[in-house]
């Protein structure tokens, strides 16, 4: 009795594991539908939508963008990723109002952007700064049109940009006499005067070397989460890898032009991020793949 009992448990075991098996995967499939009604519910603050963008070569149309869509929620910070070429930066011209697409739209808190907004700040590849304007007037530069503030009012969010972005001492600079990191840091602050909902960063730390790009990506990432800053979403464009994995929740992968989103990653990974982890490693390899 107690041999046939054994081998019809041994019979069953494998039909419970195929079951159990199962019940796990109908909870993971029921647990990712709640996470993805959750977010349905929640209002997106940037809303990409079926986006398409062309231009003209002389009578031939060249297709830039194909069908993009994406989300950006509060609290997230979203790279935007692809093959050179994809259309990342067209994408986020769009976003921030410089550019229109060919069709679709892109929305701010369900408002269509059809101009640049004061809630969205943009930190561009290269520094834009004016040679002949001080770092402290470089700043004040890019509140000139908010009528709203005093002159005293813009200086005074002008050096609390400069010093959160560790430029005190440096406000009477001119940029010639600045360093590439130091020049970046200007645009940067010139963002966070701002005081932005939205940052946008078009491949910020690529013109840097490795060294003060890594410094630096640390000191803005800890502005960013800030819970005094009032930037509630960033999305930035990049091609490096480990970058995008160090500082991103999602990751948007588009394909080579003409652009359309190949896949969506979230990565859940706790922070501060250990880039020599095996988790890290395995997320740098995944994304390799998908831009492979």
């Given at each position: ?47 990409v ?62 408002q269509?952007?059809t101009k ?57 600079v ?21 005081e ?97």
């Amino acid at each position: 009795m107690i041999f046939h009992t054994q081998r019809a448990t041994r019979s069953l075991q494998p039909r419970f594991a195929r079951l159990n098996a199962s019940i796990a995967n109908q909870n993971l499939a029921a647990s990712k539908d709640s996470n993805d009604k959750l977010m349905t519910s929640i209002q997106a603050i940037i809303s990409v939508e079926h986006v398409n963008l062309d231009y003209r070569k002389e009578n031939e149309k060249l297709p830039v963008l194909t069908d993009v869509s994406m989300q950006a929620f509060k609290d997230e910070f979203i790279a935007v990723t692809g093959p050179s070429g994809c259309g990342k930066s067209s994408l986020i011209r769009i976003i921030a109002g410089l550019n229109k697409p060919t069709t679709g739209v892109v929305k701010f808190r369900d408002q269509p952007i059809t101009k640049p907004r004061s809630e969205i700040a943009m930190i561009f590849q290269n520094f834009v700064l004016l040679p002949w304007r001080t770092a402290l007037e470089n700043v004040v530069f890019g509140l000139s049109s908010n009528h709203e503030l005093t002159e005293d009012q813009k200086k005074e969010k002008a050096l609390k940009a400069l010093e959160e972005t560790n430029l005190k001492g440096f406000e009477n600079v001119f940029p010639g006499e600045l360093s590439g990191g130091m020049k970046q840091r200007v645009g940067i602050a010139r963002a966070l005067a701002l005081e932005p909902e939205v940052l946008l960063m078009d491949e910020p730390f690529s013109s840097l070397d490795d060294l003060t790009a890594e410094h630096l990506r640390q000191e803005i990432y800890s502005t960013l989460i800030n819970p005094s800053s009032p930037i509630q979403s960033v999305i930035m464009i990049s091609h490096n890898v480990e970058e995008i994995v160090e500082l991103s929740d999602k990751v948007v992968v588009l394909s080579a032009r003409p652009g359309h989103v190949v896949d969506t990653l979230r990565i859940d990974m706790p922070r501060p991020r250990n880039k020599k982890s095996e988790e890290f490693f395995a997320w740098v390899d995944r994304l390799y793949s998908l831009l492979a």
